[in-house]
């Protein structure tokens, strides 16, 4: 019987060793194909931009003239953004996120917050632009500001930095809390000095992804009316603003009327994935050197 068994499986596994080389095959390509595309288009906008980007184009407004025209403004309106994206973000997440770990009991009041943020996650980015410009622009009155922005874009990435942090204090081992208990300590404490710690790494990381997809949305923003006009720099909470997705997108629009804006549109875009390409990089770096192991 074991002989009979032995030479079924040895006249499959040249099959399975064909089917193996193709499905590899297949997972290369596709892997191949997505590098390839990404370098076509990084060679077309790196050839637009070329000779474009310079000190003057950094550090000048917005300008009917081409040849004058910077993207100051929009540089200045992300900051603005992330200053304020980032901390509400940051701290909104990371305090659900211990709610739901650390102090809701399994069942469905837990299933029903989980299912309803992991839904709000995979939602298109113009919904939550149209849900701020219904209540931050016109119910609330503020406008099209850097405050009203900075919430509309709060609401998006907000569900990813939950699930995110959520993930990361699953992973933290359940003796440290054990042994934290087993001290004397109360779950605040245990949560504060073991379970953070242990899962801060994993929680920036998500938290730098996320705010990565903030910088280059574009939908929300358009939802509630930000322009990219010859706007003064903000200076406040409560002033008109542009950011870099934005300029590009109304440059490449008018670049059918002046061609000269498709490439200041092409660095904008040159600009915007070096500033990305940062904070993935720090997001590895942080997840690489400061990830710990129980």
């Given at each position: ?5 032995q030479?079924?499986?040895s ?7 064909a ?43 917005t ?25 509400l ?25 989980e ?5 709000l996650?995979?939602?298109?980015s ?28 709060s ?14 204090l699953r ?11 087993g ?10 000095n073991?379970v ?7 929680i ?22 930000i ?25 490449t ?24 390409f ?5 997001a ?6 400061f990830?710990?192991?129980?």
């Open positions: 019987m074991n002989y009979i068994d030479e079924a499986v006249r499959q596994l040249p099959k399975r060793i089917i193996n080389k193709i499905i590899r095959g297949l997972f290369f390509g596709s892997t191949l194909f997505g590098l390839v595309v990404l370098a076509v288009l990084l060679y077309d906008v790196i050839t637009d931009s070329w000779g474009w980007i310079n000190w003057n184009f950094l550090t000048s407004v300008s009917f003239d081409a040849a004058n025209a910077g993207i100051i403004g929009a540089i200045t309106g992300t900051l603005w953004l992330m200053i304020i994206v980032g901390p973000t940051m701290i909104l997440g990371v305090a659900t996120a211990i709610y739901l770990e650390e102090y809701v009991k399994e069942g469905r009041v837990r299933t029903f917050f299912t309803n943020i992991s839904n996650a995979g939602v298109p113009i919904v939550f632009g149209l849900l701020g410009l219904t209540v931050f622009v016109r119910m609330l009155g503020m406008g099209s500001v850097v405050l009203a922005g900075a919430l509309t874009m609401l998006l990435v907000l569900p990813i930095v939950i699930v995110a942090s959520q993930e990361a992973a933290v081992p359940s003796y440290l809390r054990e042994a934290s208990f001290m004397g300590a109360t779950r605040w404490q245990t949560i504060k073991v953070l710690p242990a899962a801060l790494p994993s920036l990381t998500g938290m730098i992804l996320a705010m990565s997809r903030a910088i280059g949305e574009t939908a929300p923003l358009i939802a509630i009316g322009p990219a006009l010859l706007i003064p720099l903000p200076s406040g909470l409560f002033d008109s603003f542009t950011v870099l997705p934005v300029q590009i997108y109304y440059w629009i008018d670049a059918a009327l002046n061609a000269e804006l498709a490439s200041l549109a092409a660095a904008t875009i040159v600009v915007l994935l070096v500033v990305m940062i904070l993935n990089a720090t590895i770096l942080i997840r690489n050197k990830q710990k192991r129980f």
